[in-house]
């Protein structure tokens, strides 16, 4: 591929800047390496300074989400007048609310240049739970029974039963997400969830292993597990934290378990009508049935991140990742 101008989208207003910023922080360097000219661009401050690009890439994710930042306040994207910079791609660094769930999406469509992931619909849809898993079980994808708050513990117990995961409707890496043992945790944990985001979702707890399988153009990569060390659930602290889970690529599996959790994470990126690539999580019950839990338009590519390890047990190192992706967004004339 030819060298270009991307213009890195960065950080932004949700719960998930910080993961945002340590993705940008790998996609930057890997983008320069292969010879691009790159602008990063936090949504939120706009142009970045090299000052200012250095300070926030030497930071770490924090063991808990960042407080205080939402998207209830709308910023001017004066980015969006590009002044002397010839930008021939954007690439999402971004994580979680408006960088995820479309409206970033509609913004960059109005620039006319092409930017990486799925576009306006495809983001809108996979980012609202209750919406996504309406369509994965019409598209045939497996996913556990579900309500939206308000619930009463008794509807909860009658069509979920306990245990429960309570999780903002709209967000990710499990930002605001909880495990309700019984009816006296409930008003709690919609209140925390609430928090995050006006719509809450109730789903059944399925106990079993924890698998993630990412989609790259029309190909699904390797699966893999989710060992968990000091959680029941793979939460903000297990995902970001040192020791708080491991992750195994390919996972040990049946060839015919890898092969239908394959079928199915691309048969969710169809049915979400995703493109350029995506990342698909389920639970393997002790039964032996598969539950997909959420598909994400935007996973993360920090070092630690699933999508870049699963790459790389395709033998797919991460600078080639990061190029790819950058292919599929493309016509076909400039990705050559």
């Keep these: 591929m030819k060298a270009l101008n991307i213009g890195v989208l960065l950080g932004g207003t949700s719960s998930e800047r910080d993961v945002s910023i340590a993705s940008a922080a790998q996609v930057v360097r890997a983008l320069r390496g ?9 949504t939120a401050l706009g142009w970045l300074t090299p000052e200012q690009e250095r300070a926030m890439f030497e930071a770490r994710v924090g063991a808990l989400p960042p407080s205080g930042n939402t998207d209830q306040h709308a910023f001017l994207p004066a980015w969006l007048d590009l002044g002397r910079r010839q930008i021939d791609l954007w690439f999402l660094a971004l994580h979680g609310g408006s960088g995820e769930d479309g409206r970033m999406q509609g ?24 919406i996504s898993k309406r369509l994965l079980r019409l598209a045939g994808v497996p996913t556990p029974d579900w309500l939206m708050a308000p619930a009463s513990p008794q509807e909860v117990e009658r069509v979920l039963g306990w245990p429960v995961v309570v ?14 043992h019984g009816p006296d945790e409930l008003a709690a944990a919609i209140a925390h969830a609430s928090c995050f985001d006006d719509e809450v979702m109730l789903e059944r ?19 893999g597990e989710i060992l968990l060390r000091q959680s029941e659930i793979f939460d903000y602290e297990a995902k970001y934290q040192p020791g708080g889970a491991e992750e195994v690529f390919p996972a040990i599996l049946s060839a015919d ?17 995703l493109r350029g690539y995506s990342r698909t999580d389920f639970r393997l019950d002790p039964q032996g049935n598969l539950w997909c839990l959420e598909v994400n338009t935007l996973p993360g590519l920090t070092a630690m991140s699933l999508l870049p390890q699963s790459a790389a047990a395709c033998g797919m190192a991460f600078d080639a990742l990061v190029e790819r992706i950058c292919r599929e967004a493309l016509p076909d004339a400039v990705s050559k």
């Design 34 to 42: 292969l010879g691009h000219q790159v602008w990063p661009l936090d």
């Design 107 to 130: 913004l960059l469509e109005m620039t006319g240049i092409p930017y990486t992931g799925s576009g306006v619909l495809g983001s809108a849809m996979a980012m609202d739970k209750d």
């Design 167 to 180: 999780k903002p409707s709209k967000q990710g890496s499990t930002v605001g997400l909880g495990v309700v």
């Design 205 to 223: 707890f399925i106990p079993g292993r924890e698998l993630t399988c990412p989609v790259l153009g029309q190909e699904a990569l390797a699966v």
């Design 257 to 273: 378990e890898t092969a239908e959790i394959r079928r199915l994470s691309l048969l969710a990126h169809r049915a979400l009508k």
